[in-house]
């Protein structure tokens, strides 16, 4: 594949907490193990070459952030910046899913197409949206920016299962953790593909005991989300990233001068 179809993957980690294993595992007690604390790290993605950049996902913003005593590491605009990368000129963003630590921020964005799957745009502009299990994890005035940006005409909303972004960024719809949630699929150099899970996949124990998250729209398209993804990453050259996992900073090398534990670059 030529450069401009192949990409440079970097996962941005800028925000963490401390949890628990029974607070992120549904029903964990099913599963008779103590409870232990996990780390929760936050990430926002860019796949970016000569031609193109794209944002996945914009992280949460200062209000919902603060509201579930999240720690904020760098905010997410400002740790793009220190990538190179100006909100303010970027021309695609995708978004997973619209839960508040993946669409915070998007009025940083004002210049960009916004991507998302209709079935998630449609529920979070529905009236179950607005169910306390449901809300509990989105932004009201959030969820209304993303209807605002529809209005402005920037919105794309994805029907179909399968959308491909541009040359070598592919989307699948899953679901499971929210109607509509995405995973995102970017070729990288050398003829690999970074497997973007986002919340599909927040943790590699998560795929690799099957063990789902506790926040969930739908358990069985969860499951087959998780069978989907191991499909994915049994070919050769494919590189998984959970959505929340502080592995992805070990796993993958630092992204080169880039500020120390910011950064890692996926391919
Ligand atoms: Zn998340």
Redesign the pocket.
């Known amino acids: 594949m030529s450069a401009d179809t192949t990409y440079e993957v970097i996962a941005v980690r800028y925000g963490t907490r401390t949890a628990s294993k029974a607070e992120v595992y549904l029903n964990y007690s099913t599963y008779g193990e103590p409870d232990e604390p996990l780390r929760m790290d936050y990430y926002c993605w860019v796949a970016r070459n000569a031609t193109r950049t794209v944002v996945i996902d914009t992280g949460f913003g200062p209000v919902g952030g603060a509201r579930r005593r999240r720690t904020t590491l760098v905010p997410p605009v400002a740790a793009l910046a220190r990538l190179g990368v100006d909100a303010a000129n970027v021309r695609q963003v995708i978004v997973t899913h619209a839960?508040y630590?993946?669409i915070g921020n998007l009025a940083a964005f004002p210049a960009a197409e916004v991507i998302i799957a209709r079935r998630e745009f449609d529920f979070w502009t529905g009236p179950y949206a607005r169910r306390q299990q449901f809300a509990w994890s989105t932004e009201a005035a959030e969820l209304a920016y993303l209807s605002d940006i529809d209005r402005q005409g920037r919105l794309t909303a994805v029907a179909d299962a399968a959308y491909r972004v541009a040359p070598g960024i592919d989307l699948l719809t899953v679901g499971g953790h929210t109607p509509g949630q995405v995973i995102v699929l970017v070729a990288v150099a050398g003829g690999g593909q970074a497997v973007l899970a986002s919340?599909a996949v927040h943790y590699y124990e998560e795929i690799e005991r099957d063990r789902p998250f506790a926040f969930v729209a739908d358990l069985e398209a969860m499951y087959r989300g998780f069978d989907l993804l191991k499909e994915i990453i049994g070919e050769p050259g494919r590189l998984l990233v959970p959505?929340?996992d502080p592995e992805v900073m070990g796993r993958f090398a630092p992204l080169a001068g880039a500020p120390t534990g910011l950064a890692v670059r996926v391919g």
């Open positions: 839960h630590d993946h919340d959505g929340h």
